[in-house]
Protein backbone atom coordinates (compact mmCIF):
# COMPACT_ATOMS: atom_id res chain seq x y z
CA UNK A 1 0.00 0.00 0.00
CA UNK A 2 1.31 3.46 -1.11
CA UNK A 3 2.04 5.57 2.31
CA UNK A 4 1.32 9.47 1.32
CA UNK A 5 2.41 12.62 4.11
CA UNK A 6 -0.12 15.12 4.33
CA UNK A 7 1.31 18.26 5.07
CA UNK A 8 -0.99 21.07 5.79
CA UNK A 9 -2.26 23.52 9.13
CA UNK A 10 -5.63 23.82 8.00
CA UNK A 11 -7.68 20.93 9.33
CA UNK A 12 -10.72 20.82 6.62
CA UNK A 13 -8.20 20.73 3.69
CA UNK A 14 -6.50 17.64 5.43
CA UNK A 15 -9.78 15.67 6.10
CA UNK A 16 -10.82 16.77 2.42
CA UNK A 17 -7.27 15.12 1.16
CA UNK A 18 -7.34 12.53 3.85
CA UNK A 19 -10.94 11.10 3.14
CA UNK A 20 -10.31 11.10 -0.65
CA UNK A 21 -6.92 9.09 -0.40
CA UNK A 22 -7.75 6.90 2.09
CA UNK A 23 -10.91 5.45 -0.01
CA UNK A 24 -8.57 5.23 -3.20
CA UNK A 25 -6.63 3.04 -0.88
CA UNK A 26 -3.58 5.17 0.33
CA UNK A 27 -2.19 4.56 3.73
CA UNK A 28 -2.35 8.20 5.29
CA UNK A 29 0.56 10.15 6.87
CA UNK A 30 0.01 13.52 8.91
CA UNK A 31 2.02 16.66 9.74
CA UNK A 32 1.04 19.92 10.61
CA UNK A 33 3.90 22.29 9.85
CA UNK A 34 7.34 22.04 8.10
CA UNK A 35 9.36 20.66 10.83
CA UNK A 36 6.89 17.56 11.30
CA UNK A 37 7.09 17.05 7.45
CA UNK A 38 10.45 16.24 7.39
CA UNK A 39 10.39 14.21 10.76
CA UNK A 40 8.07 12.40 9.31
CA UNK A 41 9.55 11.98 6.12
CA UNK A 42 12.75 10.86 7.89
CA UNK A 43 11.30 8.13 9.93
CA UNK A 44 8.64 7.15 7.70
CA UNK A 45 9.99 7.43 3.93
CA UNK A 46 6.41 8.21 2.38
CA UNK A 47 6.32 7.23 -1.41
CA UNK A 48 4.42 10.70 -1.86
CA UNK A 49 3.86 14.16 0.32
CA UNK A 50 1.42 16.82 -0.26
CA UNK A 51 2.51 19.99 1.57
CA UNK A 52 1.10 22.86 2.26
CA UNK A 53 3.24 26.25 0.86
CA UNK A 54 1.93 28.46 3.99
CA UNK A 55 2.55 27.30 7.79
CA UNK A 56 3.37 28.35 10.52
CA UNK A 57 7.02 27.29 11.90
CA UNK A 58 8.70 26.07 8.55
CA UNK A 59 7.03 26.89 4.89
CA UNK A 60 6.64 24.39 2.61
CA UNK A 61 9.34 25.58 0.56
CA UNK A 62 11.87 25.40 2.80
CA UNK A 63 10.80 22.14 4.61
CA UNK A 64 10.85 20.84 0.88
CA UNK A 65 14.66 21.91 0.48
CA UNK A 66 15.54 20.20 3.71
CA UNK A 67 14.34 16.77 2.39
CA UNK A 68 15.59 17.29 -1.27
CA UNK A 69 19.07 17.81 -0.06
CA UNK A 70 19.02 14.75 1.51
CA UNK A 71 20.26 11.78 -1.30
CA UNK A 72 17.83 9.41 0.54
CA UNK A 73 14.85 11.21 -0.04
CA UNK A 74 15.81 13.15 -3.48
CA UNK A 75 12.58 10.75 -5.07
CA UNK A 76 10.06 10.96 -3.25
CA UNK A 77 7.58 13.56 -5.55
CA UNK A 78 6.33 16.93 -3.91
CA UNK A 79 3.08 18.34 -4.27
CA UNK A 80 3.16 22.33 -3.18
CA UNK A 81 -0.31 23.34 -2.42
CA UNK A 82 -0.75 26.82 -2.85
CA UNK A 83 -3.29 30.11 -2.85
CA UNK A 84 -0.14 31.97 -4.04
CA UNK A 85 -0.30 33.23 -7.71
CA UNK A 86 3.80 34.68 -7.66
CA UNK A 87 5.72 33.04 -10.11
CA UNK A 88 8.95 33.28 -8.05
CA UNK A 89 7.63 31.30 -5.22
CA UNK A 90 6.54 28.49 -7.97
CA UNK A 91 10.29 28.64 -9.37
CA UNK A 92 11.73 29.01 -6.10
CA UNK A 93 9.83 25.18 -5.13
CA UNK A 94 10.92 24.35 -8.73
CA UNK A 95 14.41 24.85 -7.77
CA UNK A 96 14.35 22.87 -4.18
CA UNK A 97 12.67 19.80 -5.73
CA UNK A 98 8.89 20.42 -5.96
CA UNK A 99 7.49 18.31 -8.82
CA UNK A 100 3.97 19.48 -8.83
CA UNK A 101 1.04 22.23 -8.11
CA UNK A 102 -2.12 22.52 -6.86
CA UNK A 103 -3.88 25.46 -6.61
CA UNK A 104 -6.13 26.92 -3.44
CA UNK A 105 -9.02 26.54 -3.58
CA UNK A 106 -8.40 22.69 -3.59
CA UNK A 107 -9.53 20.84 -7.01
CA UNK A 108 -9.62 17.28 -5.76
CA UNK A 109 -10.06 15.72 -8.92
CA UNK A 110 -6.91 17.57 -10.04
CA UNK A 111 -5.00 16.36 -7.03
CA UNK A 112 -5.83 13.05 -7.78
CA UNK A 113 -4.60 13.20 -11.54
CA UNK A 114 -1.25 14.30 -10.26
CA UNK A 115 -0.93 11.94 -7.44
CA UNK A 116 -1.75 8.81 -9.90
CA UNK A 117 0.82 10.49 -12.33
CA UNK A 118 3.60 10.96 -9.77
CA UNK A 119 3.16 7.61 -8.47
CA UNK A 120 3.17 6.01 -11.84
CA UNK A 121 6.56 7.63 -12.34
CA UNK A 122 7.81 6.73 -9.25
CA UNK A 123 7.16 3.24 -9.84
CA UNK A 124 9.00 3.40 -13.13
CA UNK A 125 11.88 5.02 -11.70
CA UNK A 126 12.29 2.50 -8.94
CA UNK A 127 11.73 -0.39 -11.16
CA UNK A 128 14.41 0.70 -13.58
CA UNK A 129 16.90 1.34 -10.74
CA UNK A 130 16.06 -2.20 -9.03
CA UNK A 131 16.98 -3.58 -12.72
CA UNK A 132 20.00 -2.16 -13.03
CA UNK A 133 21.16 -2.80 -9.41
CA UNK A 134 20.64 -6.62 -10.10
CA UNK A 135 22.35 -6.15 -13.53
CA UNK A 136 25.27 -4.89 -11.48
CA UNK A 137 24.76 -7.91 -9.40
CA UNK A 138 25.13 -10.12 -12.13
CA UNK A 139 27.80 -8.78 -13.43
CA UNK A 140 29.94 -8.37 -10.37
CA UNK A 141 28.92 -12.19 -9.46
CA UNK A 142 29.99 -13.57 -12.58
CA UNK A 143 32.83 -12.26 -13.65
CA UNK A 144 34.33 -14.74 -15.27
CA UNK A 145 31.24 -14.85 -18.54
CA UNK A 146 30.99 -12.54 -21.21
CA UNK A 147 29.83 -8.78 -20.67
CA UNK A 148 26.40 -7.89 -20.98
CA UNK A 149 26.30 -6.55 -24.73
CA UNK A 150 23.88 -4.66 -27.44
CA UNK A 151 24.93 -5.74 -30.72
CA UNK A 152 29.10 -5.96 -29.53
CA UNK A 153 28.32 -2.74 -27.29
CA UNK A 154 28.44 -3.25 -23.77
CA UNK A 155 25.45 -2.18 -22.38
CA UNK A 156 26.71 0.54 -19.58
CA UNK A 157 25.19 -0.32 -15.82
CA UNK A 158 25.99 2.98 -14.08
CA UNK A 159 26.17 7.02 -15.03
CA UNK A 160 23.73 9.11 -15.73
CA UNK A 161 22.63 8.45 -19.19
CA UNK A 162 22.16 4.69 -17.83
CA UNK A 163 18.33 4.60 -19.41
CA UNK A 164 17.15 2.59 -21.73
CA UNK A 165 18.29 3.82 -25.03
CA UNK A 166 21.17 5.11 -24.19
CA UNK A 167 24.48 3.53 -25.09
CA UNK A 168 27.92 4.64 -24.14
CA UNK A 169 30.40 2.52 -26.45
CA UNK A 170 34.31 2.50 -25.73
CA UNK A 171 36.31 4.40 -27.92
CA UNK A 172 34.06 6.29 -30.12
Known sequence: MKRILIVDDEPDIVDLIKNRLESSGYEILLASNGEEAIKMTYQEMPDLIIMDQLMPK?????ACALIKVDMRYLHIPIIM???SANESDRRL?????????????????VLMQKIDELIASSDLLRN???YRASQVRLKTSNETSAPLTDYG?????GGSRNLPGFYETKGV
Do not use: W
Request: proline content about 6%.
Open 58 to 62: MDGIK
Open 81 to 83: LTA
Open 93 to 109: SQEVGVNAFCNKPLNIK
Open 128 to 130: ARE
Open 153 to 157: REIPL
